[in-house]
């Protein structure tokens, strides 16, 4: 079996959200999709040294299918060391296949923490405005652009060939392939902060400044909910009952935002969430933010699946305001 490590200099340009000395990423490759009949032929990781202050990858390969067992020890005796594993969709494919591998040669193993980014992002799709959940997808969304030589695929045939050759040539993409993916996982963590800002709400004024967390999205019967909290809280409790909508804001920095909504059809295959500011003498937002083309004061909230919080939070501001300031 082979173990190689790579020293790699990857500066964020952003402040990740979760403790990076905690986590440890990882990537296998396998001989195909089957737990029970496909083996692991690779594991890769890659983790962050707080004393030297740069990132370590460290992968384990398996010269032979017979190195397999070895190979995942190995692996897992490392783990051991990280508070968690952070992967692109391993809650449902890496951590099950190396659990089901392990109990093959008579071994258990369970994580008690792990962090699958792909549920993270699924969970809030509607917010990112996502096509698809494909890692490339998420990766376009955040500014990372490469380029994928060989597929998980294209590595399963180059692995048998170098079974049979032991050629450093067949086996330098199979390598390169898992060391691509696991170097740009850590820029990843981005989502979290992108989804926080996409959440939150600052508003300032000359009497005030607080800040809103939209937790909850629901939309139901011709309204919107959203729940959250907010601070600094006050002291007495807040609350506005209009015929259009209700806003409040309890003592305990909790707040409920109520709003009446309308279908709307913009095409054959789109139906929306609406609400028409014109109603509303309180809202002051006229200009939709949608990427959809509608007339003024016709604010869209929702299109099929996909949430346009930017106009939820300008509701919310506008409203929040009038009431404060009046």
């Not at 003024?296 to 919310?316: E, P, Q, S, T, V």
Request: with cysteine.
């Amino acid at each position: 079996m082979r173990i190689i490590k790579s020293i790699i200099d990857i500066p964020l340009e952003f402040k990740p959200m979760i403790e990076i000395e905690n986590l440890c990423f990882f990537d296998i490759e396998t001989t195909g999709l089957s737990r029970e009949y496909n083996q692991i032929y690779l594991i890769g990781t890659f983790f962050y040294n707080k004393e030297s202050s740069d990132w370590t990858l460290i992968q384990f390969f398996a010269e032979d299918l017979s190195e397999e067992e070895e190979l995942l020890l190995r692996f897992v005796a490392m783990a051991k060391d990280f508070e968690i594993l952070a992967t692109y969709n391993g809650d449902s494919f890496d951590l099950p296949f190396v659990r089901k591998r392990l109990e093959k040669y008579g071994h258990f193993w369970d994580v008690d923490n792990s962090l699958d980014i792909y549920r993270y992002v699924k969970d809030n799709r509607s917010i990112l405005d996502m096509p698809d959940l494909k890692l490339k997808t998420l990766e376009k969304q955040l500014g990372i652009y490469r380029d994928d030589l060989i597929s998980g695929k294209d590595c399963i045939e180059l692995y048998k060939s170098y079974k049979v050759t032991k050629s450093e040539e067949k086996l330098h993409p199979i390598l390169q392939h898992n060391y691509d993916d696991l170097q740009y996982m850590p820029h990843l963590l981005q989502v979290y902060n992108m989804v926080e800002r996409h959440k939150t709400i600052e508003i300032s004024s000359v009497d005030t400044s607080v800040h809103f967390y939209l937790d909850t999205m629901n939309f139901a019967e011709e309204k919107l909910m959203v729940n959250g909290s907010y601070n600094p809280k006050f002291s007495i409790p807040w609350n506005y009952y209009r015929p259009f909508y209700t806003f409040i804001l309890d003592s305990d920095s909790l707040f409920q935002f109520t709003i009446e909504t309308k279908k709307a059809r913009l095409s054959e295959d789109i139906l929306a969430d609406i609400v028409d500011a014109r109603l509303i003498e309180e809202l002051n937002v006229e200009m939709d933010l949608s990427p959809h083309e509608s007339p003024k004061g016709i604010l869209i909230l929702k299109a099929n699946k996909n949430i346009y919080i930017d106009n939820i939070k300008r509701i919310i501001e506008s409203l929040f305001l009038f009431h404060f300031e009046k």
